[in-house]
């Protein structure tokens, strides 16, 4: 099929290369030049495990193309699908760049198409969207909504074994369309209506979460009670009908979608008069989780971190990407530096992406280098490589060997039989 992308980001592109390896004619479609100018000289601009190859390779097959020009992408479209950001503004979902894109899209249509809306935006938007991109175009299309579930660091492999498809159309021939689009994808199908696909995303989006910050709330109950958090929660996740995943307890989630969701579903409930209080909870929880944290490794600072030297591993909101939003790392290195600690902080890939948004601390690629003379190492970010680090070399390096688990990774009884002072979040 001829297939549209709008929007050059992670969900844009990530949906360009693999509808493009299943043989589907793509183009890309961004506004910003610089962008475009990168992809087509094969450069992606963010890290995403196996995006480059798949880009390279259906780009040098000529099935995958960029450009900036909405008149050269729009004609020959079958499908159109709008990945483009739904940021939070003061707490409202900002729909501008959805509305641009649509506007640009009615304006170029040359035949019918099926716009997808794959953007999270508010639940029954398409209505809306519909009627304004009427006023720019004659041409009749159908719109769709087929919510993206992919994780950063797991994309493609998200995308190609999905745990599910969902399809939100009126109309039935809109929806074989897409289920035939969708063919080489695995996953359970759902299809429903429109409002009731973004629904899901939010749902969705929302509820892991609530897990989360419910499994961080059981650490600090299992901290004052001596109880592991780790076997608590591998306990709970063998029940079938809680199950395991989304339940480790640590320094609280961050990223581009769950504090964003989170809010902008409470917003979204205040708008027809219900008080999420559920998740204003999950917010809370979430954000006081930081704050335990950073006090954690104060105490095991004896009270102090002024002057001393601290290590964090991990700048990341999670392993396996460059990606820094809302990243506890952000608010764990503001609150330390606060109390005057030297910081020195370390991460594979997100260093550049750190130099930009945070100051007052040294950046390092090696952590044995970070850790020589420090006091402490804090992990944050759970990258493979800072999980099998080696603690007796460490040992040696460092001035007093401590270790703050933010991610409950590391072998206690090890540590301590290496002579660490070890702790984790509820353990
Ligand atoms: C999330 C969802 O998992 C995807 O399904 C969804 O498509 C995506 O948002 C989106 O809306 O685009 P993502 O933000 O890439 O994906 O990252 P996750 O793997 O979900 O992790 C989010 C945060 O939760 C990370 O900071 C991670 O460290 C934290 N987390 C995750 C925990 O603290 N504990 C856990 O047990 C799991």
Redesign the pocket.
């Known amino acids: 099929m001829n297939l549209t992308i709008i929007g050059a980001g992670?969900?844009g592109l990530v949906t360009a290369a693999v509808f493009a390896d299943f043989k589907n004619q793509v183009w890309v479609v961004d506004n910003d030049k610089d962008k475009i100018k990168k992809l087509s000289s094969g450069k992606i601009p963010f890290y995403e495990p196996g995006l480059e190859k798949l880009i390279v390779k259906n780009f040098k097959s000529d099935r995958l193309k960029f450009t900036t020009d909405y008149s050269q992408a729009i004609p020959n479209a079958e499908i159109i699908f709008i990945c483009v950001g739904t940021p939070n503004k003061d707490g409202e979902i900002d729909l501008g760049y959805i509305k641009a894109s649509t506007k640009s899209v009615a304006q170029n249509l040359k035949r019918p198409v099926i716009v997808v809306i794959k953007s999270?935006v508010p639940p029954g938007i398409n209505k809306e969207l519909e009627k304004w991109m009427k006023k720019y175009t004659q041409v009749s299309f159908d719109m769709a909504s087929v919510p993206?579930?992919?994780?950063?660091?797991?994309a493609i492999e998200?995308t190609l074994r999905s745990y599910r498809v969902v399809i939100g159309a009126e109309k039935k021939s809109v929806v074989e369309k897409l289920l035939k689009l969708h063919h080489p994808i695995s996953g359970e199908r759902l299809i429903c209506n429109s409002t009731t696909a973004q629904m899901i995303?939010y749902a969705?989006?929302t509820f892991?979460?609530t897990?989360?910050s419910f499994?961080?709330a059981i650490a600090i109950l299992c901290d004052q009670f001596g109880a592991d958090v780790k076997k608590v929660m591998l306990g709970v996740g063998m029940d079938k009908r809680i199950g395991p995943?989304?339940?480790?307890?640590?320094?609280?989630?961050?990223?581009?979608?769950?504090p964003k969701?989170v809010a902008a579903l409470i917003k979204l409930a205040q708008k027809v008069n219900y008080n999420f209080k559920i998740l204003k909870a999950v917010e809370q929880t979430n954000q006081e989780q930081i704050n335990y944290f950073v006090q954690k490794v104060i105490r095991l600072c004896d009270g102090s971190v002024k002057d001393k030297i601290l290590v964090i591993l991990g700048l990341a909101?999670?392993p396996g990407?460059s990606d820094m939003r809302e990243?506890?790392s952000i608010y764990i290195i503001k609150a330390l530096k606060k109390k005057g600690a030297k910081l020195r902080v370390c991460d594979p890939v997100a260093i550049p992406t750190a130099k930009k948004i945070i100051s007052g601390v040294k950046f390092f690629t090696n952590p044995y280098k970070a850790l020589k003379r420090a006091e402490v190492l804090v992990l944050v970010?759970?990258w493979k490589e800072y999980q099998k680090l080696n603690f007796k070399k460490i040992k040696k390096l460092m001035k007093r060997p401590i270790v703050v688990d933010g991610?409950n990774v590391y072998n206690q009884k090890q540590l301590e039989k290496l002579g660490f002072i070890y702790e984790g979040i509820g353990r």
Do not use: H, M, Q, W
Not at 148 to 154: K, V
Not at 245 to 256: C, Q
């Open positions: 992670f969900v999270t993206e579930f992919l994780s950063e660091g797991r998200n995303k969705a989006n892991l979460p897990k989360i499994a961080n995943d989304f339940l480790g307890a640590g320094v609280g989630y961050g990223g581009s979608c769950f969701d909101f999670k990407t990243a506890s970010t759970e991610r």
